[in-house]
């Protein structure tokens, strides 16, 4: 089935500590995305990157919280962007950015849920859980805290409500293997399925995806996918602040990117993370690139070779 994806930038630093992130629609662009997307028989719209607005006056109850009035700011807009693109009859593809973006993507894809009378369900693909709160962060890195606003944790009084906070069975983690104790603590009170890299090397890829989008099948739900650089081992992805190794192979991202294309389930999608200036030669972007072919339809004889001679 083809879709009409539309592209928004959304060109974010203010998540974490690390400069770079904000390069990272550029990188997307320049490595082929659009062209990629065209050629598999989809249309695409390019809305270009979002731009911060007057900023909210927020001061966090936590001190170590940084860039709080920004991250703010990008939730806004990026709630407005993906539920219009929604509502639009669109396929949002998110162009991060880091994964603070996913604040205000899944916002925007749940209120647009929530009007069509339909669950949303999120299949989070990160090395991280991301289920700090802005209360519990030691970091005050708020790219770590999106899980739990998309949750409905406590400690988001600066945040808009959230439109419908996701139960446990609705939020699939899918390659973790790194979550500090308190989120751990957290998630075990939330039910929270983690499916970490031990499951992961345990069953399979296919057998824990499977049994979730069959979920999100049997619901007629409607699929955000957030796919975090920091999923594929750094061996494979470098141009990403956050490594942590023992990461998904290329052809096991791959193989999860061909499961959602089959199963038609997906209706939107982030990239985050990606630092094009940690990166080699465009290596991790034209590998992230290559990922959303597989997603979109891309069969594995179909890929071309590479070459970073």
Known sequence: MKKTCILIGAPIDS????????????????????????????????????????????????????????????????????????????????????????????????????AQGRPLFLLWLDAHSDFHTPLSTTSGNLHGTPVAYIAGREGFDDFPPFPAPLPAEQICLFGIRSVDPEEHAA??????????????????????????????????????????????????????????????????????MELLHESGLMTSLDLVELNPFLDERGRTARLMVDLVASAMGRKVFDRPTRSFG
């Not at 920091?230 to 192979?249: K, R, S, Y």
């Open 15 to 114: 998540g974490q500590r690390r400069p770079g992130c904000l390069m990272g629609p550029a990188a997307y662009r320049v490595a082929g995305l659009p062209q990629v997307l065209t050629d598999l028989g989809h249309q695409v719209q390019d809305r270009g990157d979002l731009a911060l607005g007057a900023l909210p006056e927020a001061r966090p109850a936590n001190p170590v919280v940084h860039s709080l009035p920004q991250t703010l700011g990008w939730t806004a807009a990026l709630h407005e962007a993906t539920e219009a693109a929604l509502a639009a009859g669109g396929f949002p593809i998110i162009l991060g950015g880091d994964h603070s973006l996913a604040l205000g993507s899944v916002s925007g894809a749940a209120a647009h849920a929530k």
């Open 187 to 256: 998630l075990l009170l939330h039910d929270i399925a983690i499916n970490d890299m031990r499951v992961l090397d345990e069953f399979g890829i296919c057998a824990p995806l499977r049994g979730f989008l069959d979920k999100v099948r049997a619901a007629d739900g409607l699929l955000h996918v957030s796919l975090d650089v920091d999923f594929i081992d750094p061996a494979h992805a470098p141009a990403v602040g956050t490594t942590v190794p023992g990461g998904t192979t290329v052809r096991e991202a791959h193989l999860v």
